[in-house]
């Protein structure tokens, strides 16, 4: 009876080892699946993300994120070794262009009627020009004035009602050149700026009728100075057809002052002859470039 006892006793004991090995067996799996959720949302997830950016960005973005002090030496504002880098090998001057005013006195389709109109003017005391436009048209008074082309309007249109001021530009040509030539170029810079300052001067007497004889043997002389000074000048080669364009222009010059005289001299005629000869070195030098 006993030993019964015991047995009876023993089996409730046993069943309760065997439900709470049964509940843990549940709960330590549930609680592990949970923690391990959370850990995965706030730790792990975050992580493989950005870590799966890094991953595909572009190469070229990659090694900029490196160390880039390396590959690219910080910029000094104050030498600035880049731009200079850039203007040690290559320089450019300009040729100033010029404006004109001009009063248009006729146009023509045909070439003798246009010459016929000029030879007329020439006749009459004002120096004319024909330029082909799609038209020959007949031009008198340069001036590089607006003003002073409006005030001598009022003279030709006494006798040629249909007479207008008429405005052209010639552009500046750029000439680039590298630096180890600027010693020369900047002759020929100087030389040229100094040619238009002196048609400006020309102009504002030769129009009026002024005597500008002075002027003009002061003038031939400089442009002698500079077709001389071309000359002695040891010129790079890719100058060389720059300086034959601009030799031939200072021969047409010398030309026109060689063959001004005060007593037939039209008002007007050497200073648009000289216009005439820096309006081709502009377009010569804009076809080289």
Not at 27 to 33: A, D, K, N, S
Not at 234 to 263: G, H
Not at 266 to 273: A, K, T
């Amino acid at each position: 009876m006993i030993n019964m006892r015991k047995r009876r006793r023993e089996k409730p004991y046993k069943s309760n080892i065997i439900r709470v090995f049964l509940l843990l067996a549940v709960l330590i799996p549930l609680v592990g699946i949970v923690l391990g959720y959370g850990v995965s949302k706030i730790l792990i997830i975050p992580y493989l993300s950005q870590h799966q950016d890094d991953t595909t960005k572009a190469p070229s973005e990659q090694v900029a994120s490196k160390d880039t002090s390396r590959q690219q030496p910080p910029k000094d504002e104050g030498t600035g070794d880049e731009s200079q880098a850039v203007d040690a090998f290559q320089q450019v001057f300009d040729v100033e262009g010029i404006e004109l005013y001009r009063i248009q006195v006729g146009a023509f389709s045909k070439q003798e009627n246009a010459l016929g109109l000029a030879e007329e003017l020439n006749n009459k005391g004002m120096a004319a020009t024909v330029d082909m436009e799609n038209m020959y048209k007949v031009y008198t008074l340069y001036s590089f004035s607006r003003d002073a082309a409006m005030d001598r309007l009022e003279q030709v249109r006494r006798q040629y009602k249909d007479a207008h001021v008429s405005q052209i530009r010639y552009p500046l040509v750029r000439i680039n050149y590298p630096d180890s030539s600027s010693k020369e170029v900047l002759i020929l810079r100087d030389q040229l700026k100094e040619c238009r300052d002196m048609l400006i001067d020309i102009m504002a007497g030769d129009v009026d009728g002024n005597d500008i004889t002075g002027i003009i043997q002061e003038q031939k002389d400089r442009i002698g100075q500079f077709d001389e000074q071309i000359s002695q000048t040891s010129w790079p080669s890719f100058m060389e057809k720059y300086i034959q364009q601009v030799t031939m222009v200072y021969a047409a010059m010398l030309e026109s002052y060689t063959d001004y005289n005060e007593q037939t001299n039209i008002p007007g005629q050497i200073s648009m002859e000289l216009v005439n000869c820096y309006v081709r070195l502009l377009e010569a030098l804009s076809l080289i470039i």
